[in-house]
Nanobody, 119 residues
C-alpha cells in the first residue's frame, strides 16, 4: 500500500511557473514508476510525465520542454516543475505510483491538486 499526497497547485498567470510535489508513504526509489496525470475540466485524465526507479523520464508531447519530473529519494517525494504555463495546462493534477509485484501491477493515486492558469 502506498499513500500519495500532492501539493503545490494554485492560480498562476500564463507564462508563469509552479512546482507540484507528490509525497509518498514509502521510498520512491522502490516504486517502479511514478507518474503525473492531468485532468482538464470536461476531459479525460491524461498522462503527462513519468519517472522510473532508475531515473528515466518521459513526457507527453504537450509538455515536453516545459515540464520536468524529478525525484528526491531522501524525501520520498516526486516533483513536477512546470514552466511557461499555458491556459490549456489548467486542470487537476494527480500523482500515480505503479508497482509490479510478482508480475501483478498495482496502481496508487493521490487526491489531486488543482492548477489554474489564467490568460
Amino acid at each position: 500500500q502506498v499513500q500519495l499526497v500532492e501539493s503545490g497547485g494554485g492560480l498562476v498567470q500564463a507564462g508563469g511557473s509552479l512546482r507540484l510535489s507528490c509525497a509518498a508513504s514509502k521510498s520512491v526509489a522502490s516504486i517502479d514508476i511514478m507518474k503525473w496525470y492531468r485532468q482538464a475540466p470536461g476531459k479525460q485524465r491524461e498522462w503527462i510525465a513519468s519517472i522510473t526507479s532508475t531515473g528515466a523520464a518521459n513526457y507527453a508531447d504537450s509538455v515536453t520542454g516545459r515540464f520536468t519530473i524529478s525525484r528526491d529519494n531522501a524525501k520520498n517525494t516526486v516533483y513536477l516543475q512546470m514552466n511557461s504555463l499555458k491556459p490549456e495546462d489548467t486542470g487537476d493534477y494527480y500523482c500515480n505510483a505503479v508497482l509490479w509485484v510478482v508480475s501483478r501491477r498495482y496502481d496508487y493515486w493521490g487526491q489531486g491538486t488543482q492548477v489554474t492558469v489564467s490568460s
